[in-house]
């Protein structure tokens, strides 16, 4: 099984960025403890980070046909993107959406998710550990 890890705008600044809401570990920190868990799980992982809209999109289109489901983190795409909700239910793959902060604790417009509602499930206000729960998830559901 292929997982796409999907990093949206301004993860590349985890580990600099408000580390009192979002942590001190780095993306590649993100990245080596998810992959970490992937070979636990025997499932492969693709990455991709961008801070384009349209770029997250073209890669989840390309991506679609090269793996069994995502796992995203849409950074603040979560609050304005329906164009990332369509994509993501236009390929028709299970996903769930992570959240490094409990965006459901903090400004009222961070509380608003166009993804949720389609999402396989959602995991947030746990850190690093929102990836992480969220892949284990994830896969969980894609066995069956």
Same mark, same amino acid.
């Given at each position: ?10 993860l ?33 992982? /693709? ?5 384009? /809209?349209?770029?997250l999109?073209?890669?989840? /289109? ?30 028709e ?8 902060s409990?965006?459901?604790? *903090? /400004? ?12 396989s ?21 894609? *066995?069956?």
């Open positions: 099984m292929k997982i796409a890890v999907v990093h949206g705008p301004n590349r600044l985890l580990g600099r960025r408000e580390p009192e809401v979002y942590g001190t570990d780095t993306l590649d920190d993100v990245n080596r403890k998810l992959a970490e868990v992937a070979n636990e799980l025997g499932v492969e992982l /693709e990455t991709f980070q961008s801070n384009h /809209e349209g770029e999109l073209d890669f989840i /289109e390309d991506a679609a046909s090269r793996v069994e489901a995502f796992l995203i983190n849409p950074g603040a795409y979560t609050h304005t993107s329906i164009a990332l909700r369509d994509a993501l239910t236009g390929v793959l299970p996903f769930v959406e992570v959240h490094l409990n965006t459901a604790g *903090r /400004e009222d417009f961070r509380r608003h998710s166009y993804l949720a509602p389609v999402a499930g959602v995991v947030l206000g746990f850190g690093v550990q929102s990836y992480l729960l969220g892949l284990r998830g994830l896969v969980a559901r894609a *066995r069956g």
